[in-house]
């Protein structure tokens, strides 16, 4: 019986010893064939064909092919509410017991649960996509300058509209700097071209709302817009506006696909270009928690290719192209001050760039060409 109880005990201590080497540990490189990463999305990527979690999970895929990682290396919870503390906590305990020693977390509203279980897990590493937190160990967080492109699809839609009336389907107000940031630097693209336009807002309060984002679409066509960009996950604005005859500036993936004769042009995000970042860091023994903020000159962020049913004057692809480069050589630098509030207020002082924390999380006003509907 003793003996037994050795053998047990032994067998034990070497599981146990096999389980803290394959889990990661700052500064030491972590072998390809150990790297275990989980996913945790706010819909079905692989039942839909365009949106927030399609985009997150082609970067997903694009790191897997460029590291050629095993398809059992990747985990995945889906439909995950990001206002549910408790369906996340599980969502992680879940994947780290399944063995996942890196969680991607991509929405905003999963921050906290980060933040917690990176406490109680420092043996794995927790990437948190747009917030503001992160540790000294193994917590960081992701976003890119997605108002970049928003700035060139701008331009876009400023150079369309005959109604000088252009409609923005919102996930947050004011509230939310990501969006708000967003619809300034399209509302600035528009300017840039056309003074005389105005980008009408409308809210739906949500991430995620599928009924909403309809419903916001439908109310910005009937107040006359005859463009709808948007900065929620699905593609429904896109798919109403092809109803409605109008034209359409998708987000995330290339949402033509969806609305093939509404969508002149959508604002990408390549996420690969960080996953890839993250894993080889990991791999390598050089993650940092630092937070990362891509560009378009990273490649994380993209305008898809201008569609072939939109007619458009051939001076309108040199000029996004011309703002393109102005941007990437920063030569052009947005959010510089003095910049004018649609309240009045002056924001920034003149020639001096707005830091990018405050672009990230302290723009709480709309640029002065905006209008809430």
């Not at 997903?60 to 990682?69: F, G, K, S």
Request: proline share 4%; glycine share 8%.
């Amino acid at each position: 019986m003793k003996k037994s109880l050795i053998i047990w005990a032994l067998v034990l201590g070497l599981t146990l010893l096999s389980c803290r080497e394959a889990q990661w540990r700052p500064g030491m490189p972590l072998a390809k064939e150990e790297v275990m990463v989980g996913v945790i999305h706010i819909s079905n990527p692989f039942d839909e064909d365009a949106g927030y979690a399609v985009a997150h999970q082609n970067g997903i895929w694009e790191m897997q092919e460029y590291l050629n990682l095993r398809n059992d290396q990747l985990l995945y919870r889906i439909n995950i509410d990001y206002s549910n503390p408790q369906a996340i906590e599980s969502a992680m305990r879940e994947l780290i017991a399944r063995g996942a020693n890196i969680i991607v977390a991509t929405s905003w509203g999963y921050m906290d649960a980060c933040e917690q279980m990176a406490r109680e897990y420092p043996g794995v590493v927790f990437a948190h996509a747009s917030g503001y937190r992160n540790n000294d160990t193994n917590f960081t967080n992701y976003f890119g300058r997605v108002y970049q492109a928003r700035y060139l699809s701008g331009v876009i839609a400023g150079l369309k509209t005959q109604t000088n009336r252009i409609g923005y389907v919102a996930a947050w107000g004011r509230e939310n700097s990501e969006v708000t940031g967003g619809i300034n630097a399209f509302a600035m693209g528009v300017e840039r071209v056309n003074p005389e336009a105005r980008v009408l807002v409308k809210v739906t309060h949500s991430w995620f709302d599928p009924m909403g984002e309809t419903q916001a679409a439908r109310d910005l066509i009937a107040a006359g817009c005859d463009i709808l960009a948007q900065h929620v996950d699905t593609a429904n604005p896109q798919i109403e506006a092809q109803r409605a005859g109008v034209w359409g500036i998708g987000y995330n993936t290339d949402m033509s696909h969806d609305a093939p004769e509404a969508v002149i042009t959508s604002v990408l995000w390549h996420w690969g270009a960080y996953y890839i970042h993250l894993v080889e860091s990991i791999m390598d023994g050089s993650f940092s928690t630092e937070p990362w903020y891509g560009s378009l000159a990273d490649g994380i962020i993209d305008l898809s290719p201008i569609s072939s049913v939109v007619p458009l004057d051939p001076a309108t692809y040199a000029l996004v192209n011309e703002e393109r480069r102005r941007i990437e050589t920063e030569e052009l630098i947005l959010f510089s001050g003095p910049l004018r509030t649609n309240e009045g207020a002056t924001i920034g002082r003149a020639g001096a760039a707005l830091p990018d924390f405050e672009v990230q999380f302290g723009i709480d006003w709309y640029y002065h060409t905006v209008e809430e509907l």
